[in-house]
């Protein structure tokens, strides 16, 4: 499986943007590239995902580099509730594809 | 409703003991999935059901036994477990499994903590 390599921990004051690399430079045409979060004692949840082009949705941007072999996840304005460990994720477009194969993440901290 | 459920939320059990992990979910998932996540480590896939078909076994040991009763329920029967199996359970379902379709996401439970006597 492709791996990713994300910072072991970051900090961000409360209601400004936060960017979060990953590196993927083995990743593969047919990848898409997921970000899932877990906040404390919670499971994961499902933030974005995309394959060549910037996403948006409600939760986050997801920014791609052209080559693919980077990503950042853009929270635009952070919360306190956006302390989480934020999971940088490769998928197989392919059918059957299940796994999700968590790398160690990224611990968000914000600051109040 | 994007709701897994997990019960019990905490379990402690004994090395003989035989006790039963739940999850419930009821959007018509067809895909579901259990993760073990021990302290301060990523959550690690052990079995994935589809179409209520056992898909992946990641070489788990037969102590932790699935089952898919029907399309809405997962169970992770648990016998003669050790210390060393205390972690988080982790149960997931979602709509297909191909990973570049938005239906396919993973919708988690908030878990089950287990800890072994």
């Known amino acids: 499986d492709a791996k990713t390599t994300q910072p072991n921990s970051m900090e961000s004051n409360e209601e400004e943007p936060v960017h979060l690399p990953c590196n993927h430079s083995?990743?593969?045409?047919?990848?898409?590239i997921h970000w899932y979060r877990q906040l404390p004692s919670q499971g994961p949840e499902y933030v974005i995902h995309?394959?060549?082009s910037n996403v948006n949705n409600r939760m986050a941007s997801l920014a791609i580099a052209e080559d693919r072999k980077s990503s950042t996840l853009i929270l635009h304005r952070a919360t306190l509730r956006d302390a989480a460990v934020y999971y940088c994720?490769?998928?197989?477009?392919?059918?059957?594809?299940?796994?999700?194969?968590f790398g160690k993440g990224t611990k968000l901290s914000v600051i109040p | 409703d994007t709701e897994v459920t997990q019960t019990p939320k905490h379990l402690v059990m004994g090395m003989t003991n035989k006790k039963s992990l739940k999850c419930e979910q009821h959007?018509?998932?067809?895909?579901m999935y259990w993760y073990k996540q021990k302290a301060k480590k990523p959550p690690e896939l052990m079995f994935v059901?589809?179409?209520?078909?056992?898909?992946i076994n990641e070489s788990v040991p037969s102590r932790f036994s699935p089952e898919c009763p029907n399309s809405s329920l997962l169970n992770l029967h648990l016998h003669a477990l050790q210390p060393e199996d205390s972690a988080l359970y982790l149960c997931?379902?979602?709509?297909?499994?191909?990973?570049?379709?938005?239906?396919?996401?993973?919708?988690f439970g908030a878990g089950t903590r287990l800890s072994v006597l």
């Open positions: 995309g394959l060549t």
């Open positions: 997931a379902s979602s709509q297909g499994t191909s990973g570049g379709r938005a239906k396919n996401i993973q919708y």
């Open positions: 959007m018509g998932h067809r895909a």
């Open positions: 083995t990743i593969s045409g047919t990848d898409y």
């Open positions: 994720i490769l998928r197989d477009a392919g059918a059957g594809s299940y796994q999700l194969t």
């Open positions: 059901y589809s179409y209520e078909k056992l898909s």
